[in-house]
């Protein structure tokens, strides 16, 4: 009953629960509202500490793309497929981070035996992997998680374009071809824009450093030379937006929890400075930008804050929403909310869709700082705080029935 409740909460229309004994495929399908038009949203491969965990995770995700694509003006509404129990080694080994590595540094990577296959958290080996060499026992498991996406696949064909999916955290263009394989409600395939040298990530941090700028000049700052910017996450879309705070002349302090990416950052962006993953939410600096976890902003995190605006990539920002936001407000800080600043990703696929090049896509993602600059206003105008006026807007357009133009 409990799940029932969160559903009527968060105003989801559908769970669809996935279970493919045969290919291990264990995931659920969350839509979250199709008014505006077919839910759209990625599918994302984790390892979560329960099954619970994974559907709150889908339902607090599928609602953030809905409101990410109100407020952006697309016809679409908000979805995500969350997929777990696929190997971890095959996911390490094809360059996908390892989920413990994000959600608890001090984990490390998952400790998964030579010869053991984690399906459904039970060790499925029973000895048949002795003898195996290296290559044989990857293209196995490469074999199993093919099994998995097009058995998803199947399920995704089953809701007759309701939602369509594409690549989110943990998965690659080679596993939504496998999806391609059974239905055609499927973005970011081998070849497409969006599976090409990062191009998403690359639209998302392009929105993010457009939301930078247009907070500081909410403040009265028209440049970003000499301006300190603090970057906690330097995944793709976290290092990319280095990348043009760094040609704008920002100063950088950067922080990730795999050192090799500190490393790289501190070399190519002359000047940075590193600090503790933990902590560079307290680093003195003008903008504090979160692009790797969500919930990094807690009652006890915002009273240690020493900046004057958060900007970042990261879903789902606030833990403990009201607490949070006032204490922002008490301190003086300018909130970008985060499903309106991080956009570029799917402003970028739900153009592509359309057919659109990479500029009219850019160009499409500048706006960004047109619907920044609306919430901003309309937190002044109806003294509210900018996370309630993004929330109002949004609420406002999926009332409506129709994207604003």
Not at 69 to 97: I, N
Not at 254 to 261: K, S
Request: net charge neutral; charged share 20%; glycine share 10%.
């Amino acid at each position: 009953m409990q799940l029932w409740h969160e559903m009527e909460r968060e105003g989801m229309e559908e769970l669809i629960f996935c279970h493919d004994p045969r290919s291990g495929l264990k995931a659920v399908i969350a839509i979250h509202s199709t008014v505006l038009g077919p839910a759209l949203g990625g599918c994302r491969c984790w390892t979560y500490a329960s099954e619970e965990e994974a559907v709150r995770d889908a339902i607090k995700l599928a609602k953030g793309m809905t409101y990410k694509s109100a407020v952006s003006g697309l016809p679409y509404g908000g979805g995500k497929v969350v997929v777990w129990d696929v190997p971890a080694e095959l996911a390490t080994q094809r360059g996908v981070a390892s989920p413990d590595n994000h959600l608890n540094p001090k984990k490390g990577k998952q400790d998964v035996g030579p010869h053991t296959n984690i399906i459904k958290g039970k060790d499925t080996s029973n000895g048949l992997d002795k003898g195996l060499d290296t290559t044989s026992k990857n293209n196995r498991l490469a074999s199993r998680r093919a099994e998995t996406f097009r058995s998803l696949g199947r399920y995704l064909e089953r809701l007759n374009g309701r939602y369509v999916t594409g690549l989110d955290l943990g998965t690659t263009a080679a596993d939504m071809d496998q999806i391609r394989l059974e239905t055609v409600h499927v973005t970011d395939t081998t070849g497409s824009l969006g599976a090409q040298d990062d191009f998403t990530a690359e639209m998302t941090a392009y929105g993010v450093y457009t939301g930078i700028v247009t907070s500081l000049r909410h403040q009265g700052i028209d440049a970003l030379q000499g301006i300190t910017v603090a970057v906690q996450g330097l995944g793709k879309v976290g290092y990319a937006l280095c990348r043009y705070l760094h040609a704008a002349g920002a100063r950088l302090i950067v922080a990730d929890v795999v050192p090799e990416r500190v490393q790289r950052a501190l070399v190519q962006f002359s000047g940075a400075m590193s600090a503790d993953p933990a902590h560079i939410h307290a680093a003195d600096c003008k903008v504090y930008a979160p692009c790797a976890l969500g919930g990094v902003l807690t009652p006890a995190t915002v009273e240690e804050l020493r900046c004057s605006i958060v900007a970042g990539a990261a879903n789902n920002q606030l833990s403990h929403r009201e607490l949070v936001v006032r204490g922002m407000q008490a301190r003086g800080i300018l909130y970008a909310p985060d499903y309106v600043l991080n956009a570029g990703g799917i402003i970028s696929t739900a153009y592509e869709l359309e057919g659109a090049g990479p500029d009219l896509i850019r160009q499409k993602v500048a706006g960004i700082a047109g619907t920044l600059s609306k919430v901003y206003a309309i937190a002044e105008q109806s003294a509210l705080s900018t996370a309630d006026a993004a929330d109002q807007l949004a609420e406002a357009v999926l009332q409506s029935g129709k994207p604003h133009a």
